[in-house]
């Protein structure tokens, strides 16, 4: 069965700073992995994604990802924190040889304090 | 990228009546769209997956009778809540993809229910 775990609830981090948002995984198969945003009451934006090829992904507003396989890991990082980063980041996995079923993480809250 | 419209963006109802939601693909065809409900502060659990022409399969625990989900086309995917309860309130989520397992969900903007 599929899994994702966000390990954290909140991330602080001052404007400037780099973050990282992480995301780990488990399928049967080969992961498509996924990062959306959602802002209050919206539904959720598309990032970045990993389907194959190379492990760093980029991204949206200047986010990407790294695609870890010996640790299932697909953490999120931006270099340089702003404040319009601050909202609620969702990691997904889909089961690259299943379904088309997507799994959500349970949500880690972004804060960029200025 | 792709867009997805879901309506009504917010509602209320009265306990014991129906409400519908609509989730539509406004530029590429969908043939597979998705429902998920969001609690506060809590991710997105996967309703039920539904393909264009065919019954909707619902996760474990979903009650079918309750959430009734039709895909009557390729860019129009409806949930109605039946008989709805105060704890049917909740902020519902529709995704559209279009059919290739290598491409991102696009996700509608939600609905806000509110039983009363």
């Known amino acids: 069965a599929q899994s994702v775990a966000q390990p954290e609830d909140q991330v602080n981090v001052a404007e400037g700073n780099p973050l990282t948002v992480k995301c780990t995984y488990s399928?049967?198969?080969?992961?498509?992995l996924f990062w959306y945003v959602q802002y209050p009451n919206r539904g959720l934006q598309f990032l970045l994604k990993?389907?194959?090829?190379?492990?760093l992904v980029k991204g949206s507003y200047g986010f990407e990802a790294e695609f870890n396989k010996s640790q299932t890991s697909f953490h999120l990082k931006k270099p340089s924190a702003l404040v319009s980063d601050s909202a609620l980041y969702f990691c997904?996995?889909?089961?690259?040889?299943?379904?088309?079923?997507?799994?959500f993480g349970a949500g880690t809250r972004l804060f960029v304090k200025a | 990228g792709a867009v997805v419209s879901q309506h009504p963006s917010r509602v209320i109802c009265k306990s014991g009546t129906s409400v519908k939601i609509e989730c539509r693909s406004l530029?590429?065809?969908?043939?597979?769209m998705f429902w998920y409900r969001q609690f506060p502060k809590k991710s997105l659990m996967l309703m039920a997956t539904?393909?264009?022409?065919?019954?909707?399969?619902?996760e474990q625990g979903v009650e079918k009778d309750k959430f009734l989900i039709n895909h009557a086309s390729l860019t129009l995917s409806t949930l109605t809540v039946t008989s709805a309860h105060p704890e049917d309130s909740s902020f519902y989520i529709c995704?559209?993809?279009?059919?290739?397992?290598?491409?991102?969900?696009?996700f509608g903007q939600g609905t806000r229910l509110t039983v009363v």
């Open positions: 995704s559209a993809s279009s059919g290739m397992k290598n491409t991102e969900a696009f």
């Open positions: 399928v049967s198969g080969n992961p498509y």
């Open positions: 990993y389907i194959t090829g190379d492990n």
């Open positions: 997904a996995v889909r089961d690259g040889t299943g379904g088309f079923k997507t799994i």
């Open positions: 530029d590429f065809q969908a043939t597979t």
């Open positions: 539904s393909n264009e022409g065919s019954k909707a399969t619902y």
